[in-house]
């Protein structure tokens, strides 16, 4: 934070402990990753609970790399966030969820809904923000199927300059969705669920592992539930993983479920051939 002119905040990420030689080397492999098309972006399904059917997805970066295989964005992405590349990889996903959305039409025949994290599209700058709106404009994609996930650290550290991407910078005006990821394991400030006029809360998985348990954790996510129903705010709830799990969050009025109970995530091809089979089943 000091290096930057101090006044701020700067959250400590794993990149730090690496050596500079490190960090170096791989974002120059990252840079030969997106020239060489290592990067791809998989998608998974997010069902509607009540009708059982895939309503959404999220867009979910991968990188196959040459020697260590397919990696997660947690292996490389706090180093980019560091780097000139991160716009590159940010227009990369939206771009790649864009062309997804308007190929593959809802049941409505509508653009589909596509969520994209924030960490692989850190979008809170006005440059990358009118970027976005430029380009959902000139493939007229209405903006509402795009669905930003932020993580609470990320809306703490957005909280802590002050700064309200809403407001600022018209969000609410370009009407993009926002979701709150890993929610209910990190803290930070319930008054964003209202700032920033959130869409949805994504439960994270570690609490959704002892769902249906009939332990504090089912209560936790019934509260979890009925404060974000009372607001208009629906609820996702990630790492589906056992039937039992799903019971409890269809009893407990929860509206999407993702996890692999229902699909890992999928390379572009096999989540469309899954989107296919979805669509011959009738909505219970
Ligand atoms: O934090 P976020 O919601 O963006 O995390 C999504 C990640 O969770 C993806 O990398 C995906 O592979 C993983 N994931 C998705 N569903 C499941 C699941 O049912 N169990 C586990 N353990 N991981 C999952
Ligand atoms: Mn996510």
């Known amino acids: 934070a000091k290096e930057q002119g101090g006044q701020r905040i700067q959250v400590f990420e794993s990149w730090m402990a690496q050596s500079e030689s490190e960090h170096m080397r791989l974002n120059r492999e990252l840079d030969d990753a997106l020239r ?16 059982g059917i895939i309503s959404r997805a999220e867009a979910l970066l991968r990188w196959n790399h040459p020697d ?38 809802d049941r409505g025949d509508e653009a589909f809904p596509i969520n994209i994290n924030e960490s692989p599209a850190s979008f809170v700058t006005r440059s990358l923000v009118e970027q976005w709106r430029t380009r959902l404009s000139q493939v007229g994609l209405d903006e509402s199927r795009i669905t930003l996930e932020l993580t609470p650290a990320s809306i703490n550290n957005i909280h802590a300059t002050g700064f309200n991407p809403v407001k600022s ?18 803290p930070f400030s319930l008054l964003a669920l209202q700032e920033f006029k959130m869409d949805s ?10 769902a249906g348990q009939g332990g504090d954790a089912d209560r936790i996510m019934d509260g979890i539930i009925g404060m974000a129903h009372a607001i208009n705010v629906q609820v996702v709830g990630v790492g589906v993983e056992t039937d039992e799990q799903l019971q409890f969050l269809s009893r407990a009025g929860c509206d999407y479920a993702q996890g692999y109970l229902f699909s890992r995530p999928l390379r572009k091809d096999d989540f469309e051939k899954l989107l296919e089979l979805d669509r011959q089943k009738t909505p219970s």
């Open 68 to 105: 260590k295989g397919l990696l997660a964005p947690d292996a490389f992405l706090s180093i980019t966030e560091q780097s000139g590349l991160t716009d590159s990889i940010t227009a990369y996903v939206l771009e790649q969820a864009v062309i997804c959305s308007l190929r593959w039409r």
């Open 36 to 51: 060489e098309n290592q990067l791809e972006v998989y998608y998974q399904p997010i069902i509607d609970i009540r009708t």
């Open 201 to 210: 809360v994504k439960i994270d998985r570690d609490l959704i592992r002892d």
């Open 169 to 186: 910078l018209g969000l609410a005006g370009l009407r993009l969705h926002l979701a709150i990821d890993d929610f209910g394991i990190e």
